[in-house]
T-cell receptor, first 112, second 115 residues
Framework: DTAVSQTPKYLVTQMGNDKSIKCEQN?????MYWYKQDSKKFLKIMFS???????INETVPNRFSPKSPDKAHLNLHINSLELGDSAVYFC???????????FGPGTRLLVL | GENVEQHPSTLSVQEGDSAVIKCTYS??????FPWYKQELGKRPQLIID?????GEKKDQRIAVTLNKTAKHFSLHITETQPEDSAVYFC??????????????FGTGTRLLVSP
């Protein structure tokens, strides 16, 4: 159950702050994703990395900066947090050559 | 870009009844269609998927059908149980599985199974 893990699980912070979310997968997958799930439960892709290279950037504000130090890790740094950033952020991973994406437990971000 | 519509948004059934959730997609290049179940406060978990070269797939009480011509796919749950209560998401994949591959999700269906 810890194949895709995220830290922290909960994050409460003030508007204007900068925060980071971390994701790690021990499945040996090549591709990792960040999704945002808003209060209406809409799941929307934000970024994808394949072998540490950014391959998908879905018109996300440049306050969001993903970083992949290696294939097993994908972090998300958010600058100047806004109220609208409040959401659950899910990391996911996939093995190249297969289609199934496996999701992490999510990070619940609340911006006050 | 790809768009996935999902209906209904909520579905209430009695235990033992069947439940059907329907999705349509816009990009004819989509080739992979997973269904995820998300329980309250938990991560989305894959329950079944279907590829574009198959019309139907079944796994115990769950089945998925795909009509490529009409760009429709559906999830069928038979003999529903209270533990089936959750939000269900359909998704359509675009891009090759070798690298660039993106899942576009439907808006979700909240299924409530009453005992």
């Amino acid at each position: 159950d810890t194949a895709v893990s995220q830290t922290p699980k909960y994050l409460v912070t003030q508007m204007g702050n900068d925060k980071s979310i971390k994701c790690e997968q021990n499945l040996g997958h090549d591709t990792m994703y960040w999704y945002k799930q808003d209060s209406k439960k809409f799941l929307k892709i934000m970024f994808s990395y394949n072998n540490k290279e950014l391959i998908i950037n879905e018109t996300v504000p440049n306050r969001f900066s993903p970083k992949s130090p290696d294939k097993a890790h994908l972090n998300l740094h958010i600058n100047s947090l806004e109220l609208g950033d409040s959401a659950v952020y899910f990391c996911a991973s996939r093995r190249q050559g297969t289609e199934t994406q496996y999701f992490g437990p999510g990070t619940r971000l609340l911006v006050l | 870009g790809e768009n996935v519509e999902q209906h209904p948004s909520t579905l209430s059934v009695q235990e033992g009844d069947s439940a059907v959730i329907k999705c349509t997609y816009s990009d004819s290049a989509s080739n992979y269609f997973p269904w995820y179940k998300q329980e309250l406060g938990k991560r989305p978990q894959l329950i079944i998927d279907i590829r574009s070269n198959v019309g139907e797939k079944k796994d115990q009480r769950i089945a998925v059908t795909l009509n490529k011509t009409a760009k429709h796919f559906s999830l069928h749950i038979t003999e529903t149980q209270p533990e089936d209560s959750a939000v269900y998401f359909c998704a359509a994949s675009i891009g090759p599985n070798t690298g660039f591959q993106k899942l576009v999700f439907g808006t979700g269906t909240r299924l409530l199974v009453s005992p």
